[in-house]
């Protein structure tokens, strides 16, 4: 027979075992909803980006993008195929930055982006001006604020 005392000490022991395990319970059921939240936005943009990939034509944008680059004069159709790819790539940046600001990508890799979108509006004034044009209506407020820190250099 076991002493009331060694009980006692048995049921603390006990008791905090479960007390762990069902912290350790919520910790994982905080990380599986981080996923799924992260999940579901991604899936949410990816399936955004599919209907402005339906109407990009790879030809039309490769050679809009060499005419651009020799400084040759767009046509409309070339133009909206630049717009549209850029469009693309900013919802691809905008994506990293929400998850970035939930918590769910590394900063570095989000600095990286920062990089890369700071080289892209100061070397490409297309880009620019048809992220200008799609202000208050393609992104959300806090990417918006987010460009207008880059734009800065801050």
Excluded: C, H
Excluded at 71 to 85: N, P
């Amino acid at each position: 027979m076991i002493p009331d005392r060694s009980k006692s000490w048995l049921r603390i022991g006990i008791d905090a075992a479960v007390v762990v395990g069902l912290l350790l319970v919520i910790i994982q059921i905080r990380q599986n909803t981080k996923a799924v939240i992260a999940a579901n936005s991604t899936a949410v943009t990816d399936q955004s980006l599919l209907f402005f990939q339906a109407g990009l034509d790879n030809q039309v944008t490769s050679r809009a993008i060499q005419k651009y680059a020799d400084g040759e004069t767009l046509s409309r159709l070339e133009r909206s195929q630049l717009a549209r790819l850029n469009y693309l790539n900013f919802r691809t940046f905008e994506n990293a930055f929400l998850q970035f600001q939930r918590g769910y990508y590394p900063a570095n890799e989000w600095q990286r982006y920062r990089v890369i979108i700071q080289r892209i509006l100061t070397t490409d004034s297309l880009a620019s001006t048809e992220l200008d044009r799609m202000r208050g209506v393609g992104f959300t407020p806090e990417f918006e604020r987010e460009l207008d820190r880059i734009k800065k250099g801050q």
